[in-house]
C-alpha cells in the first residue's frame, strides 16, 4: 500500500540548516511534494519534485530524491524563526491523482 | 479573492447531533477535497471531489457524507456524531483537467469536538 513516513519532531539553531527526511513506499510514485503548515493555519505547498528528477533549488530550499531508496529531504539553509511550522511530505502517482500525506514534522527553532 | 473559506471555525457537538461544515472557494477550481487532521496522523482524505454533481471516497469516509451541487462549494456532513470524529477538518481544492492537481489551496479549518 501506500506509506508516506517521516520523523515527528526536529529542533535546530538559528541560522544552521534544517534537513527533514522522509520515505514513501509507493514505487509509483511521480510527484513528491512538500508542504508547509504555520500555526492556526492550512496547508501551504511549499515546493515539488517530479520523480525523474533528483534534485530541485528554490531560493533557500533544496529538495534531493533518492528514487532508488525511495527517500525525499528537504533542507532549509539558514533557518529562520518564520521557518518555524510542520512540515508535510507527500506523494501522487500522478497529477490528478489523490495526494498521500505524511504524518508531519514539526521544526523548531531555538535562539 | 477570499481563496478556501470554512465555516464555522470552531464547534463542539453532543454524541448523535448532526451538523455539516460548509467549504467555499472563489478560484474555479474543478477538485475539492476534504481532509481531517489529527496528532501524529497527517492528514486524511474523507472524501473527494473531481466536479460539480460528482463525489467519491477517500481514505476514511465512514460516517461522512458530502454533497458538490455547485462547483463553489463542498459540503461535509456528520449525520451522527461520535466522539471519534473529533479533528481539525481541512477542505482543499485545486485544478484538475489541467493537470495541477497537486497544488492544492487550504482553508483554515475547523476544530470541531465530540463529546
Known amino acids: 500500500g501506500e506509506d508516506v513516513e517521516q520523523s515527528l519532531f526536529l529542533s535546530v539553531r538559528e541560522g544552521d540548516s534544517s534537513v527533514i527526511n522522509c520515505t514513501y513506499t509507493?514505487?509509483?510514485?511521480?510527484?513528491l511534494y512538500w508542504y508547509k503548515q504555520e500555526p492556526g493555519a492550512g496547508l501551504q505547498l511549499l515546493t515539488y519534485?517530479?520523480?525523474?528528477?533528483d534534485m530541485k533549488q528554490d531560493q533557500r530550499l533544496t529538495v534531493l530524491l533518492n528514487k532508488k531508496d525511495k527517500h525525499l529531504s528537504l533542507r532549509i539553509a539558514d533557518t529562520q524563526t518564520g521557518d518555524s511550522a510542520i512540515y508535510f511530505c507527500a506523494e501522487s502517482r500522478s497529477s490528478a491523482s489523490k495526494i498521500i500525506f505524511g504524518s508531519g514534522t514539526r521544526l523548531s527553532i531555538r535562539p | 479573492n477570499a481563496g478556501v473559506t470554512q465555516t464555522p471555525k470552531f464547534r463542539v457537538l453532543k454524541t448523535g447531533q448532526s451538523m455539516t461544515l460548509l467549504c467555499a472557494q472563489d478560484?474555479?477550481?474543478?477538485?475539492m477535497y476534504w481532509y481531517r487532521q489529527d496528532p501524529g496522523m497527517g492528514l486524511r482524505l474523507i472524501h473527494y471531489s473531481v466536479g460539480e454533481g460528482t463525489t467519491a471516497k477517500g481514505e476514511v469516509p465512514d460516517g461522512y457524507n458530502v454533497s458538490r451541487l455547485k462547483k463553489q462549494n463542498f459540503l461535509l456532513g456528520l449525520e451522527s456524531a461520535a466522539p471519534s470524529q473529533t479533528s481539525v477538518y481541512f477542505c482543499a481544492s485545486s485544478y484538475g483537467t489541467s493537470g495541477r492537481a497537486y497544488e492544492q489551496y487550504f482553508g483554515p479549518g475547523t476544530r470541531l469536538t465530540v463529546t
Open positions: 509507493d514505487s509509483s510514485s511521480t510527484y
Open positions: 519534485i517530479f520523480s525523474n528528477m
Open positions: 478560484m474555479n477550481h474543478e477538485y
